[in-house]
Nanobody, 125 residues
Framework: EVQFVESGGGLVQAGGSLRLSCAAS????????IGWFRQAPGKEREGVSC????????YYADSVKGRFTASRDNAKNTATLQMNSLKPEDTAVYYC??????????????????WGQGTRVTVSS
């Protein structure tokens, strides 16, 4: 059974930092791209990052580019999301998942599969 366990969320002031962690099990971790997405109340799910299984290349949403850094440790089956310069609009539940790049009518989209329970991030202004 594919499982993800996210941790590290919390309450932080704007401009602060948090480091999210993800432990994965139930599949061959280094065969899959791993990413993070977030869900804020009343908003659509937003893909945040997706780091490849092969060359470490990473997609970042424009909204987090330059502030967030995703990484993975294939030896430990873990992933992290370092979040700096946090903004109130980053408030959401963050999920770790398998991710994949798809192209629909010429547009690149990132899809996420098999996520955990999520970890809540609240950024106060």
């Amino acid at each position: 059974e594919v499982q993800f366990v996210e941790s590290g969320g919390g309450l932080v002031q704007a401009g602060g930092s948090l480091r999210l962690s993800c432990a994965a099990s139930g599949f061959t971790f280094d065969d899959y791209a791993i990413g993070w997405f977030r869900q804020a109340p009343g908003k659509e799910r937003e893909g945040v990052s997706c780091i490849s299984s092969s060359d470490g290349s990473t997609y970042y949403a424009d909204s987090v580019k330059g502030r967030f850094t995703a990484s993975r440790d294939n030896a430990k089956n873990t992933a992290t999301l370092q979040m700096n310069s946090l903004k109130p609009e980053d408030t959401a539940v963050y999920y770790c998942a398998q991710c994949r790049r798809e192209v629909y009518s010429g547009l690149v989209e990132y899809e996420y599969d098999h996520w955990g329970q999520g970890t809540r991030v609240t950024v106060s202004s």
